[in-house]
């Protein structure tokens, strides 16, 4: 079952969640504390990661324009808007909880090279222990995440849901467009762009400085795209 690695995620973040809301009557001090020992987590996370870049040039290409789609596409009003009505619809008391937690944990869950890796190796070889390992460290961080930002964090399954089956269903077809070596070049790309957003949200969780991060993710998109497009210029002036 293509999609089973997939489910299982989902399935740990929403688990993880309620479990989560379980603990929320730890006290302000020790969870202000666990979020910026949390923070700190997801920046180091995100320099390791965007130091894999082979192509510098490309990753500030990708970024600078995936940003500037983004805030004309209003990525992150969008998904505070989304997150803004499922706080009506429960009828939450804390103004903007449901939001804030349903979109940093979206923008956790969906950014890395796991979910993509996971969800391609899903749909090519119908192995799911990437998307397993992921499972696992997702529950255990909606735990922490949903103590800490609220039951927000328990719909972000959702697009992580969408956008995790999406890549295990088109990978597919994936070898019918790219050769092994483009692909493996791709993600490099894409995992460095992605370290670099993930250190944004940890800013944003330590609240040195708000960052729109959903509007960067056109970057991932142009970054990917961007390899094969270097790969041919490169044989033509070179």
């Not at 996370?45 to 004309?72: D, H, W």
Request: with cysteine; net charge neutral; aromatic share 6%.
């Amino acid at each position: 079952m293509i999609l089973l690695g997939t489910l299982v995620n989902a399935a740990a973040i929403i688990v993880g969640a309620l479990l989560g809301r379980l603990l929320s009557r730890i006290p302000d001090s020790i969870r202000q504390t666990v979020m910026q020992g949390i923070g700190l987590a997801v920046i180091l996370l995100g320099i390791k990661m965007s130091l894999g870049t082979e192509n510098f040039l490309l990753m500030i290409v990708s970024v600078v324009l995936g940003a500037i789609i983004g805030e004309l596409i209003g990525i992150e009003k969008g998904l505070n808007r989304l997150g803004q009505w499922l706080e009506r619809k429960l009828g939450g008391n804390k103004q903007g909880s449901v939001a804030t937690g349903f979109v940093t944990a979206t923008l956790v869950y969906c950014i890395g090279a796991m979910g993509v890796l996971g969800a391609m190796d899903s749909g090519l070889r119908d192995n799911h222990d990437i998307l397993y390992t992921k499972a696992l460290i997702d529950g255990f961080s909606a735990i922490i995440f949903s103590s800490t930002l609220g039951i927000g964090v328990l719909f972000s399954a959702v697009p992580v849901f969408v956008y995790q089956g999406l890549i295990a269903l088109l990978s597919t077809q994936i070898y019918n467009v790219v050769s092994q070596t483009t692909l493996d070049a791709m993600l490099v790309e894409l995992t460095a762009v992605g370290g670099l957003m993930i250190i944004a949200i940890g800013i944003n969780i330590l609240e040195i400085r708000k960052i729109n991060v959903a509007n960067m993710l056109p970057a991932l998109v142009i970054a990917a795209l961007g390899v094969p497009i270097v790969g041919w210029l490169s044989k033509l002036f070179l």
